[in-house]
């Protein structure tokens, strides 16, 4: 570990001196501090992007419940988008859900949005908010809630018991099994897309400024764009199939 560390900053000191950027730089960081209950707090870049995505999130409901309420039988353009999205949250949760699609559809649109557009938060010069672990991981108790939640109501007692089957010897590996969803999905989630973060960070910081050109428009498309729908899809039908897994 320490050759590597050595060997990586060798390389930046002759990125630098062959006109690269000063260093690779793929951290979150603090911009404001302020204090609360006597605790010291910190606005950080995830704080500020999860921000702004919330405010354009929220502007785009507010335009798609304006576009819907004045709805026409000849759709306009946004009407088309609106109406195609909503057939495909339809199909996908149809798909593993079956009749109780209906009852989640919202909650697996929001989050599928909202994560998507974290993801591709990086595009637009921001720090991609779900490379922060505190995100995904409160993205996964969410889930981890809503989980527990139908498994208690649909099956009572059953939801507990059903942890000492098919042998009561294996209840703590059930039990184990039932925490370690919203751990793997949020770490996965959080992990492929801070690995895109530091590819890109370490582009950015060691590499030369002609080696810059053209080149990390590639890994934007693969790193932010194609990884950032991979990996919102993949938490949404993991979502699904736990939930499914309840009913």
């Known amino acids: 570990m320490g050759i590597f560390l050595s060997e990586l900053l060798l390389k930046r000191k002759?990125?630098?001196?062959?006109?690269?950027?000063?260093?690779?730089?793929?951290?979150?960081?603090?911009?404001?501090?302020?204090?609360?209950?006597?605790?010291?707090?910190?606005?950080?870049?995830t704080?500020?992007?999860?921000?702004?995505?919330?405010?354009?999130?929220?502007?785009?409901?507010?335009?798609?419940?304006?576009?819907m309420k004045h709805a026409t039988e000849v759709p306009g353009t946004f009407q088309n988008i609106l109406e195609l999205g909503v057939e495909m949250l339809e199909k996908m949760?149809?798909?593993?859900?079956?009749?109780?699609?209906?009852?989640?559809?919202?909650?697996?649109?929001?989050?599928?949005?909202?994560?998507?557009?974290?993801?591709?938060?990086?595009?637009?010069g921001l720090r991609t908010v779900t490379a922060d672990f505190g995100v995904t991981f409160l993205l996964g108790l969410v889930t981890f809630a809503i989980v527990q939640y139908q498994g208690i109501k649909n099956h009572g007692v059953g939801h507990f018991t059903g942890l000492f089957k098919p042998l009561p010897v294996l209840f703590p590996i059930n039990v184990i099994g039932e925490f370690a969803n919203p751990i793997s999905i949020?770490?996965?989630?959080?992990?492929?897309?801070?690995?895109?973060?530091?590819?890109?960070?370490?582009?950015?910081?060691?590499m030369p400024i002609f080696v810059k050109i053209g080149i990390p428009a590639a890994l934007h498309v693969y790193c932010d764009l194609f990884s950032g729908c991979i990996q919102t899809y993949v938490f949404c039908m993991l979502t699904m199939v736990y939930v499914n897994d309840k009913l």
């Not at 593993?96 to 998507?116: E, Q």
Request: glycine share 14%.
């Open 186 to 206: 949020s770490l996965r989630l959080f992990a492929n897309m801070l690995s895109g973060v530091i590819i890109l960070g370490l582009w950015y910081g060691m």
């Open 47 to 67: 704080t500020v992007g999860m921000t702004i995505i919330t405010i354009v999130l929220l502007i785009l409901a507010f335009a798609a419940n304006r576009a």
């Open 14 to 45: 002759e990125g630098e001196r062959m006109g690269g950027g000063s260093e690779a730089d793929f951290m979150i960081h603090g911009i404001m501090k302020y204090h609360l209950f006597g605790q010291e707090l910190w606005i950080t870049t």
């Open 93 to 124: 949760t149809q798909g593993i859900l079956g009749p109780s699609a209906r009852r989640f559809a919202n909650y697996i649109g929001t989050i599928f949005l909202f994560i998507l557009f974290c993801n591709l938060s990086g595009l637009f």
